[in-house]
C-alpha cells in the first residue's frame, strides 16, 4: 500500500545544534502532519500542513520548530535550536484532503536523539 | 474532539477472538470512529473507521453502538504479530477544524501468548 517514508530513522545530534527531518509524503497527498513520541508515552500531534501553510499546530511546537515542504519535495520538520527534551521520536503522516472521514499514513518514525 | 475511555491493556492466546471497547460518550455527530495500532519501532497503522452500525473489513470488524457512545473493535483469531497498542480516535469535521488531526490517547496494550 501507499507508504510515507522518513528519512533518517535514527538521528543523534549535541543540544544546541539544529537538525532537520525529512518526510517523503505519499504522493497525491496534500495534507501532511508531524507527531511527537517520547518513550513509552503517548503520540502528541504536534502540526499540520497544507498548501504551503501551516493549519494548525500544537503547545509542542516550540518558536524553535519550523516545517516547509519547498518545491514539492520533502515535508521537513527544523528544529533550531535543539533542546535536550527534543529528545524523541518523531513521525510524519499525510492524507489526500484533511477530511474527517480519511485515514492518516504513517511513517516509521524518526528517532531524534539529544545529547 | 471527543475524548475516549479504553481498557489500559488486554491478553489474550492467539487463536482467540479479541474484543476491544472504547467508550466515546461525549461523541458528535461530525465525528467519526477511526482505530489504529502500533506495534514497537513503527508508526501507527489505520485498521478500521466507522460511523454507525457495523463495518467490517479484511483485517477487523467494528461495531458501534445505535447512540454511537461505544463502539468495539473485533479482531479475529489473533496472532503473535497482533501483539500491538490499539488505539480508538474520534475526530472532528466541524467548522474551524483543520485537516483530519488525530488525537492519540494511551491506547489499549494488547499482549498474545503462544
Known amino acids: 500500500g501507499p507508504k510515507v517514508l522518513q528519512i533518517p530513522s535514527h538521528q543523534i545530534i549535541d543540544m544546541g545544534q539544529m537538525v532537520t527531518l525529512n518526510c517523503d509524503p505519499v504522493s497525491n497527498h496534500l495534507y501532511f502532519y508531524w507527531y511527537k513520541q517520547i518513550l513509552g508515552q503517548q503520540m502528541e500531534f504536534l502540526v499540520n500542513f497544507y498548501n504551503g501553510k501551516v493549519m494548525e499546530k500544537s503547545k509542542l511546537f516550540k518558536d524553535q520548530f519550523s516545517v516547509e515542504r519547498p518545491d514539492g519535495s520533502y515535508f521537513t520538520l527544523k528544529i533550531q535550536p535543539t533542546a535536550l527534551e527534543d529528545s524523541a521520536v518523531y513521525f510524519c503522516?499525510?492524507?489526500?484532503?484533511?477530511?474527517?472521514?480519511?485515514?492518516?499514513?504513517f511513517g516509521h518514525g524518526t528517532k531524534l536523539s539529544v545529547l | 474532539l471527543a475524548k475516549t475511555t479504553q481498557p489500559p491493556s488486554m491478553e489474550a492466546y492467539e487463536g482467540q477472538e479479541v474484543n476491544v471497547s472504547c467508550s466515546h460518550t461525549n461523541i458528535a455527530t461530525s465525528e467519526y470512529i477511526y482505530w489504529y495500532r502500533q506495534v514497537p519501532h513503527q508508526g501507527p497503522q489505520f485498521i478500521i473507521q466507522g460511523y454507525k452500525d457495523y463495518v467490517v473489513n479484511e483485517v477487523a470488524s467494528l461495531f458501534i453502538s445505535a447512540d454511537r457512545k461505544l463502539s468495539t473493535l473485533s479482531l479475529p483469531w489473533v496472532s503473535l504479530r497482533d501483539a500491538a497498542v490499539y488505539y480508538c480516535?474520534?475526530?472532528?469535521?466541524?467548522?474551524?477544524?483543520?485537516?483530519?488531526?488525530?488525537?492519540f490517547g494511551i491506547g489499549t496494550l494488547l499482549s498474545v501468548k503462544p
Open positions: 503522516a499525510s492524507s489526500v484532503a484533511g477530511l474527517s472521514n480519511e485515514r492518516l499514513f
Open positions: 480516535i474520534v475526530t472532528d469535521d466541524s467548522y474551524g477544524s483543520s485537516g483530519n488531526k488525530l488525537i
